[in-house]
């Protein structure tokens, strides 16, 4: 009987310790709402990126490389007294390509070309149409995009987020108070996607195409504004909050 003691002891343990599962009415049950938040930050930019082309065709091809650069050179020296700085005007790589033209029904090669474009960023917008009809005085063969954008996009549209979120919580609180309970903690936040004119990605609203090529100085090709709209920084944001 001495031997058996153990055995008995521990079965009686086991049989003491077996834990019985909750009835499904004592388990507690976690309640949330989901609600969805919007902002919106209007103003107007106070930077500019404009983009030019200089193209020349010359029968050599050294000829035409000599001919784009010299003209870039004298868009950045016009350009210096409009920007911060010489790192505000960047000069693109030349592009070369060989020049055809038609002739008794054969392609007969006329020279080279060299292409460049330059991009310059203006940070007084009251210097805009000073700076275009100086650009007009030089030889470039056109001006192709103007784009706007704000110097504290990133904060801008920082402060949109956070109306955003403001706003969902707003909502949950007016349905909490709607059905008797209490707003709890947020559980979740998940951005969503807006129609934006500048973001964090990119603080730069949609540029116009302007196209506007100048033909023996005279103009060809699309106009455009040289008035900025407004700009819209706009912030989503869908939440998860429980209720209490």
């Not at 007084?124 to 650009?135: C, D, G, S």
């Not at 100048?214 to 209720?243: C, D, N, W």
Request: hydrophobic content about 40%; charged content about 20%.
């Amino acid at each position: 009987m001495r031997r058996l003691a153990p055995a008995f002891v521990l079965s009686a343990l086991a049989a003491c310790t077996t834990v019985q599962p909750l009835p499904q009415s004592a388990v507690p049950v976690s309640r949330t709402i989901t609600v969805s938040g919007y902002g919106e930050v209007v103003t107007y930019p106070d930077l500019a990126e404009i983009t030019v082309d200089v193209s020349f065709a010359k029968p050599k091809l050294k000829e035409a490389t000599a001919e784009t650069q010299a003209v870039v050179e004298q868009v950045i020296t016009a350009s210096l007294p409009f920007v911060r700085s010489k790192q505000d005007v960047r000069a693109s790589f030349v592009s070369t390509s060989k020049e055809y033209a038609y002739e008794k029904d054969r392609q007969v090669l006329k020279g080279f070309s060299a292409t460049q474009s330059l991009t310059i960023k203006l940070t007084n917008l009251n210097q805009l149409e000073a700076y275009i009809e100086t650009l007009l005085e030089t030889r470039i063969n056109g001006i192709r995009n103007l784009s706007y954008a704000h110097s504290k996009g990133d904060s801008l549209q920082l402060e949109a987020q956070t109306i955003a979120l403001r706003n969902a919580l707003a909502t949950a609180d007016k349905m909490c108070r709607t059905v008797g309970a209490k707003r709890g903690q947020v559980l979740q936040i998940s951005e969503q996607s807006t129609n934006s004119s500048g973001s964090m990605d990119s603080p730069w609203g949609e540029g116009q195409s302007v196209n506007m090529g100048l033909y023996g100085k005279g103009m060809g090709g699309r106009s455009f504004k040289l008035t900025p709209e407004l700009m819209h920084f706009r912030g989503g944001v869908q939440a998860t909050i429980e209720i209490q």
